[in-house]
């Protein structure tokens, strides 16, 4: 379906961090097309995101100059003095008309309205080395779990059958991937049946000095981009920087993909233990989406798909991981994925995401149920029958 955005051309502003890559992502997955993306930083001008060139804002100008119809700008930054200063600037422009990313995805529904999977991630682990308070892929109160290179081949090679060539990245997370001693056979499986795909390894940079030549070969035969995450830990990045280099592998010190070096920062709680019954509501208005692989199953989100780890670890009822996911073998297309795919799932009635506290100073975990779960929807029953540690934790 044909998005009424008046096939006006989009223009995106903001290249700087990592709200880029989400809001790339969205607009792609919903079909549209981003003519350029604007930044001001002239060490980012001149080079290209996903294959979309980035601009100066004169750039921009002289395009506005040009035009004698209407076009759309998205600015991707979320910080209100950067929004204004963009809108300021943009106000000289004859023909743009000028909305944040968070307007335009509410107003255009995009959420519901994507026709491409551009990107999923697996966890190569579930476990962690690290132990990361709040953290969103609740490693801290998982069990440890390596994934299995036969069932991943078995649904590597289903999803090629499925997506072909529209996967535009397949990212390789947990966890700590360089905790599973295979780590280095999964970029072989992706590549084997995603040829043209941009292969990440998300890790936390702090297993790399012992990881060995097949690991390094692993990345280079396969074209992987290491993303190393920044944290206030005893390790010298600038060490792990030269090491990467040495070893010839492509890599990004920083958060999400972005070389910043900045220290990553934790996002609040994103369970709710009552079923607010906006639902929908919350999933129209969510930017935590990200199409996770878990088994033979898809799910929308991190959330939805590691439920299952909260219910364990803390005795919670959250709905169900098969209600909240589709299983990628017993569709019988593409566009049945996709259809099935593009839908709230029950968890979103659970889930805080849309109210999440962002930019929480790093803290070591104390497993603790708050750290996930919202204390708002905790009553003192609840903080009794669930409360103290994860089971089996101390
Ligand atoms: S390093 Fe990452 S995966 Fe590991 S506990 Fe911290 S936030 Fe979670
Ligand atoms: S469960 Fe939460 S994070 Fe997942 S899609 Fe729904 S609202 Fe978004």
Not at 44 to 56: A, D, P, Y
Not at 377 to 390: I, N, P, R, V
């Amino acid at each position: 379906m044909e998005l009424e955005i008046g096939n006006r051309p989009i223009i995106v502003y903001g290249a700087g961090t990592q709200n880029l890559r989400l809001a790339y992502q969205m607009l792609d997955a919903a079909g549209i097309d981003i003519l350029y993306i604007v930044d001001r930083d002239t060490q980012k001008q001149g080079k290209s995101f996903w294959g979309t060139k980035i601009i100066s804002p004169e750039k921009l100008c002289a395009f506005d100059r040009e035009q004698s119809n209407d076009y759309t700008i998205i600015i991707t930054v979320r910080t209100e003095t950067t929004i204004r200063e963009i809108m300021q600037f943009a106000a000289q422009l004859h023909h743009a008309e000028v909305t944040t990313f968070e307007q335009f995805a509410i107003e255009k529904q995009l959420n519901s309205r994507f026709i491409k999977i551009n990107m999923i991630q697996t966890h190569v682990t579930d476990h962690c080395n690290l132990n990361c308070a709040r953290c969103s892929h609740l490693s801290p109160i998982s069990e440890d779990y390596f994934l299995d290179e036969g069932e991943f081949e078995a649904s590597a090679r289903r999803l090629s059958e499925l997506l072909g060539d529209e996967l535009h990245e397949y990212q390789l997370a947990g966890g700590e991937p360089l905790l599973h001693p295979q780590c280095y056979s999964f970029p072989y499986i992706i590549r084997k049946y995603f040829p043209k795909t941009d292969i990440v390894i998300v890790t936390n940079g702090t297993l790399l000095k012992h990881a060995d030549e097949k690991f390094f070969s692993s990345c280079r035969n396969n074209h992987v981009e290491l993303w190393v995450t920044v944290y206030p830990i005893r390790l010298d990045y600038e060490q792990v920087r030269a090491k990467l280099k040495a070893e010839k592998v492509k890599h990004v010190i920083g958060n999400s993909g972005v070389e910043d070096g900045t220290i990553k920062e934790m996002w609040g709680s994103a369970y709710h233990l009552i079923n607010d019954r906006h639902g929908q509501e919350n999933f129209e208005r969510c930017f935590s989406r990200c199409f996770m692989l878990r088994g033979r199953r898809m799910y929308i989100c991190a959330q939805g798909a590691y439920s299952d780890i909260l219910n364990k670890a803390f005795g919670t009822s959250l709905p169900q991981l098969e209600e909240n996911s589709v299983d990628i073998f017993a569709v019988k297309d593409r566009e049945e994925l996709v259809r099935k795919i593009k839908q709230k799932i029950p968890f979103c009635d659970y889930c805080n995401s849309i109210h999440r506290q962002k930019s929480i100073p790093f803290t070591i975990s104390k497993r603790e149920i708050t750290e996930w779960v919202d204390p708002a929807s905790l009553t003192e029953e609840d903080l009794k029958k669930y409360g103290g540690h994860a089971h089996g934790q101390s």
